[in-house]
């Protein structure tokens, strides 16, 4: 059986412990490797690697880091084939998913900021004030240093792209890190560390600890020597990273939940709006914090729209990730499974109507090596009063529900009517409603006829219970950077 080692000053090693957790591929329910349960020792010696390596990885001239995250993003090019497998295996999504989206995406996240550290644009302002004697005369300019060790927290449904989002701007920008990938899905961040070591990136720049939250999660958040931590996960942990930086006044930076309203007007493309809202609401079995898993829907569309989306939901291609042809693939564990089907389970008690879905998919359907696994389907629900809870909490599985609007204030009252505001989808061919609507929108993120739009540059992030502070371009280049101001006066 395989087993996972810690990445740590660019060697391979066993935890402290030696204490592993078991991996599970969620399409067969087998265990099929192991994984470092790390603690604070080996925390702690990823710290004093990372913490050794700083000052010369932070001198090195701009152009020669972005060369070896060049280097880097070319590696993972060259191993799509095997980390799209090692994705899908560990997650459970269909492998073309993992080929188009999370490891294309993961390299250009390194070579994005490779590039946006050489053309990075600094502030500077001249000063020019009355003063006694005559005027005074200075100039302002804004250095911007890395903060030294980055901690770098990241959830189990896009293991490698969202790890990549973070290691990339951290590293940068001059500063080490250490990162810990989902103890759930860890397989693509072990590889990580061989492609970092092959990049010829330093030893102590880039480590990679391995474990679970309580124990390895809490010893990067509140170790003294890691003064910014970057966290993508739930809401209630994120509250809990959140008070320990504060407590510490450490840079923090959190990424969480989402329940996304997807808007559709009356005046909408609908041969467009209805495959999109399929796809919003079950790409990676619904499980991306961006998925729109409310659809409002103007009432003059409801019936059409709920057909279309019924309609899309079951012809979805399910079955066993690894198959090229496969469309929706397995959730990621059974204890995520129950939840999902504990959430329908209540939408039923509250006299929602389950359209399609509502159940795991039959043994039968599936292949005999996939009869095991954790697999649920697309489900569809209307009906349910927009106060409870199936409406207002995060589901994070194939769950869909849809609600009708009389006009554009309701589309408004019921999409804010939830505790979180990560992204927002809305269809219509009306200009001027559309911009209306952006701006009144509690969210991050807004998609005019289109979802899953991503432009690197772009601030990404949510507003309420999704999060604090934004990753993307400059956002994520001021995070892992100390301003300094100098005035000169002349
Ligand atoms: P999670 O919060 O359980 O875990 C996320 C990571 O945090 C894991 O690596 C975990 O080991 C670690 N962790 C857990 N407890 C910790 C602690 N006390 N201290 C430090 N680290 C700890 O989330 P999950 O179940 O892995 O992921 C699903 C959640 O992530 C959903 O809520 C989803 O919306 C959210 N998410 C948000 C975004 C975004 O960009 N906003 C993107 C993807 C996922």
Not at 254 to 272: H, M, R, S, T, V
């Amino acid at each position: 059986m395989h087993q996972i080692k810690n990445f740590i000053n660019n060697e391979f090693i066993e935890p402290a412990s030696r204490d592993y957790l078991d991996v599970t591929e969620p399409a067969t329910g087998q265990v099929y490797a192991k994984v470092p349960l790390s603690d604070a020792a080996d925390v702690d010696r990823a710290a004093v690697a990372a913490k050794a390596a700083f000052p010369a990885w932070a001198a090195l001239p701009a152009a020669e880091r972005s060369r070896l995250l060049l280097r880097l993003a070319d590696l993972i090019d060259a191993n799509l084939d095997r980390l799209a497998q090692a994705e899908s295996l560990d997650c459970g999504k269909p492998i073309a998913l993992a080929r188009a989206i999370d490891i294309p995406r993961s390299a250009a996240n390194f070579r994005y900021f490779a590039t946006a550290i050489l053309h990075t644009p600094g502030e500077m302002y001249e000063t020019d004030q009355p003063a006694v004697g005559g005027p005074l005369h200075a100039i302002n300019y804004t250095l911007r240093r890395p903060r030294s060790v980055a901690g770098l927290i990241s959830p189990w449904n896009l293991p490698l792209y969202l790890l990549s989002w973070k290691i990339a701007p951290a590293i940068a920008t001059g500063n080490t890190c250490i990162a810990k990938p989902s103890e759930v899905t860890p397989m693509t961040g072990a590889i990580l560390g061989e492609l970092v070591r092959e990049a010829g990136i330093p030893p102590g720049v880039v480590n990679i600890v391995h474990g679970d939250g309580r124990t390895c999660g809490s010893a990067i958040v509140s170790h003294p020597d890691v003064p910014a931590i970057s966290f993508t996960g739930s809401t209630g942990v994120g509250r809990w990273i959140g008070e320990t930086c504060g407590r510490m006044l450490k840079r923090v930076s959190l990424e969480l939940g989402g329940k996304n309203p997807f808007i559709i007007f009356d005046d909408a493309d609908l041969a467009q709006a209805i495959p999109t809202a399929v796809r919003g609401a079950f790409t990676n079995q619904g499980q991306i914090c961006l998925c729109g898993s409310r659809l409002l829907v103007h009432q003059r569309v409801f019936e059409r729209v709920l057909d279309g989306v019924v309609a899309g939901a079951k012809a979805l291609k399910i079955g066993d990730p690894s198959d090229a042809a496969t469309q929706f693939g397995a959730l990621v564990s059974r204890q995520h499974l129950d939840k999902v089907a504990g959430m329908v389970d209540e939408a039923r008690q509250l006299r929602g109507v389950i359209h399609c879905g509502g159940a795991s998919v039959p043994t039968a359907s599936l292949s005999e090596r996939c009869r095991n696994g954790y697999f649920y389907q697309p489900t569809v629900i209307s009906g349910l009063d927009p106060a409870c809870r199936v409406e207002r909490e995060e589901i994070f599985g194939p769950v869909v529900t849809l609600q009708p609007f009389d006009d554009d204030e309701h589309a408004i009252s019921l999409a804010n009517a939830t505790d979180y505001g990560l992204a927002a989808t809305i269809f219509t061919n009306d200009l001027s409603r559309a911009h209306r609507t952006a701006d009144r929108l509690h969210s991050g993120i807004v998609w005019i006829n289109s979802w899953l739009v991503r432009d690197l540059r772009t601030p990404f992030g949510g507003t309420k219970a999704s999060g604090v502070g934004r990753e993307g371009g400059l956002e994520a280049i001021r995070f892992f950077t100390e301003p300094k101001n100098v005035c000169v006066r002349i």
